[in-house]
């Protein structure tokens, strides 16, 4: 069973720091401006279009870049760390606990019960932290849609599903086709 639950903010919200007390029970612990969001682990569909998904990634990434997938923190500020299905960033810029900073790619595999976190809220906040590229997948339309960061603001790049294919000139040259994520 999915399930996605935010908790309310108490005075200022939690802090990255607070997250340490947190028990590793197979939850999912992100904060997104100090406010806590919970959810489950991924379903079957999900875990197939990110694994597929890594592997056309990692066939052409580029040395000085990484690619790696959740569960991964990635600290925004001292009240955001989330954790991306995926994120490619430089090697240099991963710490041995986590990815400091905006990766130069994150991307989200839609669930029902993150779709509107993973298509609003978590889009907002890598654009307002400098994320150049920003993805969702959606497993159930088989389908792609792609942002990058264009003077401070993120724009529309792809919208493909199905059999269509698309590529990525950013952060590195790729060629997506939702319907090859899914099976």
Not at 12 to 27: E, Q, Y
Not at 33 to 53: C, E, K
Not at 65 to 74: I, K, R, S
């Amino acid at each position: 069973m999915e399930a996605m639950t935010t908790m309310p903010r108490a005075g200022r919200g939690l802090t990255v720091a607070d997250l340490d007390g947190f028990p590793d029970d197979g939850w999912r612990y992100e904060l997104l401006d100090g406010t806590l969001l919970v959810s489950a682990a991924p379903s079957v569909a999900h875990q197939r279009a990110s694994l597929r998904l890594t592997l056309v990634l990692a066939a052409a990434c580029p040395p000085h870049l990484e690619l790696l997938a959740a569960p991964l923190d990635v600290v925004l500020d001292d009240r955001t760390q989330l954790q991306p299905d995926l994120v490619v960033a430089p090697r240099a810029q991963f710490t041995a606990a986590n990815l400091p900073g905006a990766p130069l790619l994150a991307v989200e595999i839609l669930s029902p019960s993150t779709r509107l976190i993973d298509l609003n809220l978590k889009r907002a906040r890598f654009e307002q932290a400098g994320a150049a590229s920003y993805w969702v997948v959606d497993p159930v339309e088989r389908r792609l849609t792609a942002w990058e960061l264009v003077d401070g603001d993120y724009v529309q790049v792809a919208d493909v599903s199905g059999s269509e294919s698309w590529t990525a000139s950013a952060p590195y040259d790729v060629t997506i086709v939702p319907a090859a994520l899914v099976g």
